[in-house]
């Protein structure tokens, strides 16, 4: 079966499918075209189902009910996340008044700092902008996810605040869920508990032959040195990559059932690959 398959230009997302797109780990069900988008881009793709098989943000999910949420390839932080960062030291009652740069209003990091502070004034733009907009004072601070999380000290930038400690403490220890993968539900479950199978194995694959799936990565760096994406890599491609089991499928309950009481998501009934 031909599918195509939508990442983005990161190196966790590289890592993960390193096996699969070498044809390191074959499959005998499945022959993969794979399509490269910005994550916001592939958010919005999804809205009007392009794409067999996508990355996407955890808070897309809200408007994609053609989707299944697959059980591997999904980034989680553990205690960490997206951060603020902004040119000086502030407080969250002063955030609340600024203008603050977002990758995107369908990023799970979006929703996550509206729950976190409540609704504030915004400007979208690509997430690799975000750490020069800040620096320059075209806004007052920035959301910041991906490499950059690690990188806002070299941009000259400080930590404002880490959503992913907040959620971490909010949540009892749940992890953070940011992205994951979905697939068209009317291939049906057969055909996604397939690629569901071969998604892990191409993630576990990556794990077990960690230089050579970094160096596959790499290509994704956006020029940070190469310790700066393995920390990163190591990040976000986890246990809960692997599998998201009962802890990643209840955080990501647990974010829909937070944002429905504020009224961020309409309401929409979650569909998760069976275990």
Known sequence: MEISVGH??????????????TGKVPSPDFKVNHVIEDIEKLNRKAINPQLDVTAVSVHACAYIPGYTILRSGGSFGINYGPIVTAGKQMTIEELKKCK???????????????????????????????????????????LVIHETQLSYEQEGNVKILDVGEWWDKTTNG???????????????MDTIHKFDKYLQASIEYGLANFDSALEYAMQY?????????????????????????????????KLFEMAKEKNLVPNFELSIAIK
């Open 174 to 188: 749940l992890p953070v869920p940011l992205g994951i993968n979905v697939m068209k539900t009317n291939l049906g």
């Open 8 to 21: 983005t230009p990161d190196s966790d997302d590289a890592f993960m499918f390193y096996g699969m797109f």
């Open 100 to 142: 603050i740069a977002i990758p995107g209003k369908m990023t799970s990091a979006f929703l996550l700092l509206q729950l976190m502070i409540g609704k504030f004034d915004y400007v979208e733009m690509n997430f690799s902008d975000v750490p020069e907009a800040v620096k320059n004072g075209k806004v007052d601070a920035g």
């Open 221 to 253: 760096s956006r020029g940070k040195p190469r310790d700066l994406i393995e920390k990163f890599v190591k990040m976000y491609v986890n246990k809960v990559t692997v599998n998201m089991g009962d802890p990643g499928e209840e955080s990501i309950k």
